[in-house]
């Protein structure tokens, strides 16, 4: 393994933690913008730790030292060090003032991080992303989250060319400069660590409006945007008053600055970022209108447009000691979007698609060779750390906290959390002590969930005695073994459950009670329940109250009576992807058809009656996705997983039948309209799965309805499940379709991406021809991040059987193009190639090609990014 950088990357490790031997309590930073230099002077106020001894030391990457000097001196080569990324500085002491000026690179600036351009030289706006280490990129710093300053920052640029100067904090004054200039400056009140500080400069437009909070402070909201855009932004506009109401009075949290700046980019390494007072969105969890934006994209800009928000407090106010303490703001701040989303929202199919999105992106990490705790222990990378690990499990863990007080409980616990670490860098045992301590319970068993990585197996097992009427439930865990952890502990479990009788009922329970909760604290344990009439189907993990994956030999027809009958929206569906999962296994192994049965006449069932809510019987009629599948097996063949997945849907759309799958379609679509209201996109949904089903029947009719539908559609929504009916099948209507919806889109870049996407998603193996054609597409670039994830992610991700090729030349295309991607951006190279997580369980033809694939690029000159990923990739 070779690394790119100098030095080789030694890991970082939480146990080394020691607090900064320097402090800065103010820094002051004044910019000359420009698009292909800009230089930063900043003025550090430093103060000393009097308990260490070490000189001062400041993060520096990439810096062009201009000048530098200390109390007022000018230093002199001898008097200071750069080298590496690291500015050491001699005669420093307490109180000492270093001033710097150093050049940068903007229009240089692949990498986005740090201070780069975004879109053209001649039309594209300046703007910096610094979590977690690209403050670096733009002065010297200490640069960790526990130095936290006051920050004064002054913008200077040409007027005509940047019109626009933003940065995070109080509006400060602001007027012209000789030859054309301006400036405009910014204080921010509240001290911050680095990788909170933004800027942005540039021709952008704005949407306004005035918010009052609660606690009485008037509050400017602006959302920015490019000129051709600026008319997509009024849904993000109201989704941030609707988030703002919400934290005000979900956890008395209310905003702290005069104004409030949202910024919408097309060239972003991740969703968004929530810089102090000046959010920064990728354009695609912004802009939103109906033209372009699908259902599930509106959603997803209410939850980002929250998520960023809610970190003011979550994060920001409060903010992480170290990076180790990453999930403390993002596990909290994930949680606090999916209570918001579930608000605004269907509480069930937000937990519905949470559960799904965990089931698909966190489980195979904690299975397979990235596997991590939500705390790691040590990274070499810390940008490979954003992971749904940290994010979504962390988002589960707090889950289970706030299950374990109640809903008052946990209110205690976070008034205690935020008002005691305001201002501080804090710790997850700073957040449990604060939640424990509110409610006088010990919640310091819940922090071995953060050091243990792996997904627990609880398993279930019921015994009914009659005679006793005595119900007894068998609960035992265990946790596999993960890289560098052989050997797990249990952990503490939250059981939500009910007991249901054969009608259908829910069984009082011990306080008459119609749930409870049991605590599995060890490796195995009994619950008896008394005076319970009937042998009872239990329904267990309610609302997936633990990250865990639950083995539970039911009957077939115990999870059809829950999929029919229990309250919990969450488990309805979990049962059909019980039942799904059996029937399944049923096709695969050739082990008979009850489960298959069973599922396919329940849902027929179901299907038939007009009751349900048409998005949650879209779902119930959906199976486990084709890598939720492939978790489950041993020498994963993806072609075989996808025929089979195929036939599933084919014998449940036999079982509906197709006269009946065709005249539901009419009926749903005799609803047309763009309207966005719960039931209009619940229509949307449901719609989009009867014709995928009715497509497995009866593929000409399905085509001329999906052709239809394309040409009349109101919504992105209707237009691209038509699409994709039409692309998946390479009906003889999907070329035509394809070219319109081109031209029709051909100057949004959002919109263009899904055309991207749903032709990636091609199945079998006529994908990877296509995705050749694509690349050569003039309009694919692996400059931007959302294009390669529409492409190659997509491809790589989303499409098991294009991507799992026998041959091997899925791998070797993902391979070729990570090594120039890296080059390029090597966060979004790392990200993308985690995409070959999982290889070690396909079969060995398949495992073979990409082992060779993955240790080929291994020997090439690769990021600190890239590398690490792939070296863990190969490991053990
Ligand atoms: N803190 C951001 C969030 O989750 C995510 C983030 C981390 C990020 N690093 C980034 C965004 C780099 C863009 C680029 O809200
Ligand atoms: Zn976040």
């Known amino acids: 393994m070779t690394a790119r950088d100098d030095q080789t990357p030694s890991p970082i490790r939480l146990a080394d933690y020691r607090p900064p031997a320097w402090r800065v309590e103010r820094i002051e930073l004044e910019f000359e913008l420009g698009i292909d230099s800009a230089e930063v002077r900043s003025r550090?106020?430093?103060?000393?730790?009097?308990?260490?001894?070490?000189?001062?030391?400041?993060?520096?990457?990439?810096?062009?030292?201009?000048?530098?000097?200390?109390?007022?001196?000018?230093?002199?080569?001898?008097?200071?060090?750069?080298?590496?990324?690291?500015?050491?500085?001699?005669?420093?002491?307490?109180?000492?003032?270093?001033?710097?000026?150093?050049?940068?690179?903007?229009?240089?600036?692949?990498?986005?991080?740090?201070?780069?351009?975004?879109?053209?030289?001649?039309?594209?706006?300046?703007?910096?992303?610094?979590?977690?280490?690209?403050?670096?990129h733009i002065t010297f710093f200490p640069d960790r989250p526990d130095v936290l300053a006051r920050y004064t920052v002054t913008l200077c640029a040409d007027r005509e060319r940047f019109p626009v100067l933003l940065a995070g904090g109080n509006p400060d004054g602001a007027g012209e400069l000789p030859g054309g200039r301006h400036w405009a400056r910014f204080v921010d009140p509240y001290p911050k660590p680095c990788y909170l500080f933004a800027l942005v400069a540039g021709r952008l437009q704005k949407l306004e409006r005035d918010y009052r909070t609660a606690d009485g402070r008037d509050v400017r909201l602006v959302i920015w945007a490019e000129p051709d855009v600026i008319d997509c932004c009024g849904y993000a506009m109201d989704a941030l008053e609707r988030a703002m109401r919400w934290d005000e009075?979900?956890?008395?949290?209310?905003?702290?600055?005069?104004?409030?700046?949202?910024?919408?980019?097309?060239?972003?390494?991740?969703?968004?970022?929530?810089?102090?007072?000046?959010?920064?969105?990728?354009?695609?969890?912004?802009?939103?209108?109906?033209?372009?934006?699908?259902?599930?994209?509106?959603?997803?800009?209410?939850?980002?447009?929250?998520?960023?928000?809610?970190?003011?407090?979550?994060?920001?106010?409060?903010?992480?000691?170290?990076?180790?303490?990453?999930?403390?703001?993002?596990?909290?701040?994930?949680?606090?979007?999916?209570?918001?989303?579930?608000?605004?929202?269907?509480?069930?199919?937000?937990?519905?698609?949470?559960?799904?999105?965990?089931?698909?992106?966190?489980?195979?990490?904690?299975?397979?060779?990235?596997?991590?705790?939500?705390?790691?222990?040590?990274?070499?990378?810390?940008?490979?750390?954003?992971?749904?690990?940290?994010?979504?499990?962390?988002?589960?863990?707090?889950?289970?906290?706030?299950?374990?007080?109640?809903?008052?409980?946990?209110?205690?616990?976070?008034?205690?959390?935020?008002?005691?670490?305001?201002?501080?860098?804090?710790?997850?045992?700073?957040?449990?002590?604060?939640?424990?301590?509110?409610?006088?319970?010990?919640?310091?068993?819940?922090?071995?969930?953060?050091?243990?990585?792996?997904?627990?197996?609880?398993?279930?097992?019921?015994?009914?005695?009659?005679?006793?009427?005595?119900?007894?439930?068998?609960?035992?865990?265990?946790?596999p073994p993960t890289p560098g952890q052989p050997d797990k502990r249990p952990l503490p479990i939250p059981v939500k459950l009910a007991l249901f009788g054969p009608d259908g009922r829910m069984l009082p329970l011990h306080d008459g009670a119609a749930e409870q909760v049991v605590v599995l604290d060890a490796a195995e344990q009994t619950f008896v329940f008394t005076g319970i009439e009937h042998a009872p189907v239990p329904s267990l993990l309610r609302g997936f109250s633990a990250p865990v994956i639950l083995e539970c030999a039911y009957a077939p027809a115990g999870l059809a009576l829950l999929l029919t009958h229990d309250t919990d929206g969450f488990n309805r569906w979990e049962a059909a992807q019980q039942l799904a999962w059996r029937a399944y296994a049923e096709l695969r192994d050739g082990s008979g058809h009850e489960a298959l049965t069973v599922w396919g006449d329940t849902l027929a069932g179901l299907f038939g009656q007009g009751a349900l809510d048409h998005a949650l019987l879209a779902d119930l009629l959906t199976p486990p996705g084709e890598v939720e599948l492939a978790e489950r097996e041993t020498d994963v063949d993806p072609s075989r997983i996808h025929a089979l997945r195929q036939t599933l849907q084919r014998e449940l759309a036999a079982r509906i039948g197709a006269a009946v799958l065709a005249e539901r379609y009419r009926e749903l679509a005799a609803h047309a309209g763009d309207a966005l209201d719960a039931p209009s996109q619940a229509r949307r949904r449901l719609k989009r799965r009867v014709l995928e089903l009715l497509a497995l029947l009866d593929a000409p009719t399905a085509q001329a309805l999906a052709a239809t539908q394309f040409d009349r559609a109101a919504t992105m929504t209707d237009r691209l499940a038509a699409l994709a009916v039409l692309v998946r099948d390479e009906a003889p209507q999907a070329a035509g379709a394809l070219a319109r919806y081109r031209e029709r889109h051909a100057g949004n870049a959002l919109a263009l991406d899904k055309w991207f996407a749903v032709q990636a998603q091609l199945p079998g193996e006529a994908a990877l021809a296509r995705v050749r054609a694509l690349e050569a597409d003039p309009k694919f670039t692996l400059k931007n991040p959302n294009r390669v994830q529409a492409l190659l992610g997509t491809f790589a991700r989303g499409n098991p059987s294009g991507f799992h090729r026998a041959d091997g030349e899925g791998y070797r295309l993902l391979a070729a193009r990570l090594a120039e991607l890296d080059a390029l951006n090597p966060q979004v190279a790392a990200r993308l190639a985690t995409a070959f997580n999982g290889w070690q369980r396909l079969e060995p033809v398949r495992r073979e090609q990409a082992r060779a694939a993955v240790a080929e690029l291994a020997e090439k000159d690769l990021s600190r990014n890239l590398a690490e990923i792939v070296g863990n990739m190969l490991k053990g």
């Not at 103060?47 to 200390?70: H, T, V």
Request: hydrophobic share 35%; glycine share 10%.
């Open 249 to 479: 009075r979900a956890y008395g949290r209310n905003f702290d600055l005069s104004v409030f700046h949202v910024v919408a980019t097309h060239d972003f390494n991740m969703g968004a970022m929530e810089n102090k007072g000046l959010n920064i969105f990728n354009a695609k969890y912004l802009l939103a209108d109906p033209d372009t934006t699908t259902d599930d994209e509106y959603r997803a800009v209410e939850a980002v447009i929250g998520h960023e928000y809610f970190h003011n407090w979550s994060g920001n106010r409060v903010t992480c000691r170290d990076w180790f303490q990453l999930s403390l703001k993002e596990g909290l701040t994930v949680f606090r979007e999916q209570q918001f989303s579930a608000d605004m929202n269907s509480a069930p199919l937000k937990r519905i698609d949470d559960v799904a999105l965990l089931r698909r992106a966190q489980f195979p990490e904690d299975a397979g060779p990235l596997a991590h705790p939500v705390r790691p222990a040590h990274y070499s990378e810390i940008n490979n750390f954003y992971t749904a690990t940290v994010y979504e499990k962390g988002s589960e863990l707090v889950r289970m906290l706030a299950g374990r007080l109640g809903p008052e409980g946990f209110r205690r616990g976070m008034d205690l959390y935020f008002g005691r670490n305001d201002g501080r860098a804090a710790t997850l045992e700073d957040f449990l002590a604060a939640l424990g301590q509110a409610n006088g319970i010990d919640l310091a068993p819940y922090l071995a969930w953060y050091g243990q990585a792996g997904t627990p197996r609880l398993v279930a097992e019921g015994r009914y005695d009659a005679q006793r009427r005595e119900y007894a439930l068998i609960l035992r865990q265990h946790t």
């Open 44 to 136: 550090l106020q430093l103060a000393r730790d009097p308990q260490q001894q070490a000189p001062l030391r400041l993060d520096g990457e990439g810096l062009e030292l201009l000048f530098i000097a200390l109390d007022g001196r000018t230093l002199h080569e001898g008097d200071y060090r750069y080298r590496g990324n690291t500015l050491e500085v001699d005669g420093a002491r307490d109180g000492s003032v270093l001033e710097t000026r150093v050049r940068v690179q903007p229009a240089a600036n692949t990498a986005l991080e740090g201070l780069y351009l975004s879109g053209s030289r001649d039309r594209g706006f300046l703007l910096t992303q610094c979590e977690a280490e690209g403050f670096r």
